[in-house]
T-cell receptor, first 111, second 119 residues
């Protein structure tokens, strides 16, 4: 099956710093999403981004599908950004629905 | 409903008992997903429904696990003869449906999860 690798596994930032999280995947995909899991366990969709670039406030994401990676940028980080960031992908020839998650990047933003 | 609703939020059971976990997806969402998340780990795909059909059951860990969906709405995940290794948070998500690259119909909305502890 498709492999999804996220890096770094852990990241500690001072409030106000910028960061880049990476997601590599092993096959062509037609669905890629980034999620944030807050410290209470709730998963929130950040981006649906199978290709191209999107921005939402201090967050932006870029997927280069031909090179099989996606990047999530967090600028001017805040303590509320803490939690685990997951990348999830669906293989392009899949019959439908099997969104596979990476192991996540655990981010801790210190005040 | 306004969001994905899961019940119970917490369940403690004894080894060997059966448990049922329920998921109410967002109204009109045809696709429904179950994932398992063990403590400190990523999300493990269990099963996916399109309507009431499950095209991919490959993630179910054993024949003790089963799931059904009725009325293209509520889904139940049943674990029979629970074992301690079944302890985890079981997450449900729904989406409008699957689509191509240009479709935003695949965006998943997750529920808060059902935390299962098997003693």
């Amino acid at each position: 099956g498709i492999q999804v690798e996220q890096s770094p596994p852990d990241l500690i930032l001072q409030e106000g710093a910028n960061s880049t999280l990476r997601c590599n995947f092993s096959d062509s995909v037609n669905n890629l999403q980034w999620f944030h899991q807050n410290p209470w366990g709730q998963l929130i969709n950040l981006f649906y981004i199978p290709s191209g670039t999107k921005q939402n406030g201090r967050l932006s994401a870029t997927t280069v599908a031909t090179e099989r990676y996606s990047l999530l940028y967090i600028s001017s980080s805040q303590t509320t950004d803490s939690g685990v960031y997951f990348c999830a992908v669906e293989r392009i020839y899949n019959q439908g629905g099997k969104l596979i998650f990476g192991q996540g990047t655990e981010l801790s933003v210190k005040p | 409903g306004a969001g994905v609703s899961q019940s119970p939020s917490n369940k403690v059971t004894e080894k060997g008992k059966d448990v049922e976990l329920r998921c109410d997806p967002i109204s009109g969402h045809t696709a429904l997903y179950w994932y398992r998340q063990r403590l400190g780990q990523g999300l493990e795909f269990l099963i996916y429904f399109q309507g009431n059909s499950a095209p991919d059951k490959s993630g179910l860990p054993s024949d003790r696990f089963s799931a059904e969906r009725t009325g293209e709405s509520v889904s139940t995940l049943t674990i029979q003869r629970t074992q301690q290794e079944d302890s985890a948070v079981y997450l449900c998500a729904s989406s409008l449906g699957t689509g191509g690259v240009s479709s935003g119909a695949n965006v998943l909305t997750f529920g808060a999860g059902s935390r299962l502890t098997v003693l």
